[in-house]
């Protein structure tokens, strides 16, 4: 039966090495990635999010049908304004006809490169009927650039002109 799938972020930002350098990332509840959004198709999706990071943010759950909840969708400067910090804002949304693996990310100044995302999966409701081989257990594998460099810096070069192409 649908049920409520309920969670609780907070972001914040700390200092971290994921692949030996060290460099300022943001993460919620002190995870990165960010934890495992699960739930069954039919179901409610609620996530309560204290942005105590020093800048704004926004949660998008890429993917995810959002007929009649628009303004659930992150989109900053689209459907949402950003979460400020030292505030709180919640998610809510039901997950309806569709299943799958997916995930979210931030949506405000690309903070999904400084580490702000995380895995997603539905369950489909004819799971035994589409998966007929046994298995023992299911595993996320979260693929995705990561820069030494902040996404602040990376973006001063995505927004630069474009220098002039050198043509042979």
């Known amino acids: 039966h649908p049920t409520i799938r309920e969670y609780f972020w907070t972001i914040t930002t700390a200092t971290l090495n994921p692949d030996g350098i060290y460099r300022p990332m943001f993460l919620i509840n002190n995870q990165f990635p960010g934890p495992l959004v699960e739930c069954n198709e ?96 299911d595993r996320v594998v979260m693929v995705q650039d990561h820069y030494h460099n902040l996404t602040s810096e990376l973006l001063m070069d995505y927004l630069a002109e474009p220098k002039e192409l050198l043509l042979q």
Request: proline share 4%; net charge negative.
């Open 42 to 137: 039919g179901d409610t999706i609620i996530v309560h999010i204290m942005n105590q990071a020093p800048n704004a943010t926004a949660i998008h759950f890429h993917g995810m049908f959002q007929n009649g909840t628009n303004n659930m969708d992150g989109t900053v400067g689209i459907t949402q304004c950003p979460i400020a910090p030292n505030s709180n804002f919640t998610y809510r949304f039901d997950v309806k006809g569709q299943h799958g693996t997916y995930w979210y990310h931030a949506h405000h100044s690309a903070q999904a490169s400084d580490g702000l995302l995380g895995p997603m999966v539905v369950h489909s409701k004819q799971g035994r009927k589409l998966q007929e081989l046994d298995y023992a257990t």
